[in-house]
């Protein structure tokens, strides 16, 4: 009889044992994630001006709110946090060139930032108290901030456009 217990307990503690390697690891692995620093972390422009956003976004994407997550680590303050179905019409009020559109729109000092913007790119511009209009990063490249994949990066343009809807390259990422 003890020989079975003997075998029974040490099945139980193997048992336990598993179950307590499998957690050191799931949190082994979940704080070396939420460590992981982005490469959109580093800052290469310093900015003391306004910096209150409004943010405008569909309820149903996540990948605004990682974006939200980059500004604010480079200083940024959302001021508010638009929820909407009518992102079509947030477009329009503000005139963003609709090749330019993506996922999100924010308002700050005037000006319409549109998509993942690289936090230093918006600094750049509002340093430079520029008669544009506003920035736009197209569509969602994967890469930029808010939409890391991993190590996967796609080139993209930071496109500026002014209140005629004219475009320019603000800047260009090609291997970051």
């Not at 040490?10 to 460590?35: H, P, Q, Y």
């Not at 509002?126 to 994949?149: D, F, N």
Request: net charge neutral; glycine share 6%.
């Amino acid at each position: 009889m003890n020989k079975f217990l003997a075998s029974g307990m040490s099945k139980f503690w193997r048992v336990v044992l598993g179950i307590m390697i499998i957690t050191v690891v799931s949190i082994t692995s979940n704080s070396a994630s939420a460590i992981a620093a982005s490469s959109w972390d580093n800052e290469t422009e310093s900015y003391s001006g306004k910096q209150e956003m409004i943010v405008y976004r569909s309820p149903s994407c996540s990948c605004c709110g990682d974006w939200l997550d980059h500004v604010k680590k480079h200083g940024f303050k959302i001021k508010q946090d638009v929820k909407t179905d009518e992102m079509e019409a947030i477009k329009q009020k503000y005139n963003l060139p609709s090749e330019l559109a993506s996922c999100h729109t924010a308002i700050i000092d005037g000006y319409v930032m549109e998509g993942h913007v690289p936090a230093d790119d918006i600094k750049r511009l509002l340093k430079q108290k520029s008669q544009l209009a506003g920035l736009a990063v197209p569509a969602m490249p994967v890469g930029t901030p808010g939409m890391e994949i991993g190590n996967t990066k796609e080139p993209f343009s930071v496109i500026a456009f002014n209140k005629k809807g004219e475009l320019q390259v603000f800047n260009s990422y090609e291997s970051y």
